[in-house]
């Protein structure tokens, strides 16, 4: 597509439930990241695909996260046992950079998914 | 951990003026990048410059980067309201795996 999409845009969960976010990368990039935006805060760095291979999960809060890019395109990231604490923008973004020293262009983010937990 | 720290954190200005917004990291690096995010969006890549470079162009933006002093600048002239935004930095280090780390973000508010 022409541009990076997440679905859902909102999404307002229980405390204790689990929750699905998907990401749909810019078509043939090699690269997909996701962050965490808390209110009024820069984004937090999350985890970090190279096609289907996951090489950075450092950034991942907890346990109760999880993310996965089988096919190297559409990723999903899951959270379980939703907290209030969680409630935050999931941003996803794509780069076409294979190299991640040589990335020339930038980052393509996504509009986000606004994660409430109630 | 949020490696860039911007300041000031928040500038008003009215349309036609220049703003410039300042940026620190803490750990060596192979490039900084400015985003700008309006409200409830995603980030929009603005301009990067590499750890080599001195100073930057793009239309309206100008960036510097002083490695000594590990900070940079960005500057936007002649200002217009759709410059309203959060502007955020962001660098990638030279070692590991990690991509770009972001600081907080200067909320930019252009007055017509």
């Known amino acids: 597509g022409a541009g990076v999409s997440q679905s859902p845009r909102y999404k307002v969960a229980k405390r204790g439930q689990d929750v699905a976010l998907r990401c749909d990368p810019i078509?043939?990039?090699?690269?997909l990241f996701w962050y965490q935006q808390a209110l009024g805060q820069g984004p937090e760095f999350l985890t970090y695909?190279?096609?289907?291979?996951?090489?950075?999960k450092s950034g991942l809060p907890s346990d109760r996260f999880f993310a996965e890019r089988p096919e190297g395109s559409v990723s999903t990231l899951k959270i379980q046992r939703t907290q209030q604490e969680d409630s935050a923008v999931y941003l996803c973004?794509?780069?076409?950079?294979?190299?991640?020293?040589?990335?020339?262009?930038?980052?393509?983010f996504g509009s986000g998914t606004r994660l409430t937990v109630v | 951990s949020q490696q860039g720290e911007e300041d000031p954190q928040a500038l008003s200005i009215q349309e036609g003026e220049n703003a410039t917004m300042n940026c620190s990291y803490k750990?060596?690096?192979?490039?900084l990048q400015w985003y700008r995010q309006n409200s409830g969006r995603g980030l929009v890549h603005l301009i990067l410059?590499?750890?080599?470079?001195r100073e930057k162009h793009s239309g309206r933006l100008r960036v510097t980067l002083d490695t000594s002093k590990k900070s940079s600048s960005l500057l936007i002239t002649a200002s217009r309201a759709a410059d309203t935004a959060s502007y955020f930095c962001?660098?990638?280090?030279?070692?590991?795996?990690?991509?770009?780390?972001f600081g907080k973000g200067p909320r930019l508010s252009v007055i017509a």
């Open positions: 973004a794509s780069s076409q950079d294979r190299d991640r020293l040589l990335n020339s262009y930038g980052y393509t």
């Open positions: 078509s043939g990039h090699v690269s």
């Open positions: 695909f190279q096609n289907e291979a996951q090489l950075d």
């Open positions: 750990t060596s690096i192979n490039n």
């Open positions: 410059i590499r750890s080599n470079e």
């Open positions: 962001a660098t990638l280090r030279n070692s590991g795996n990690t991509p770009l780390v």
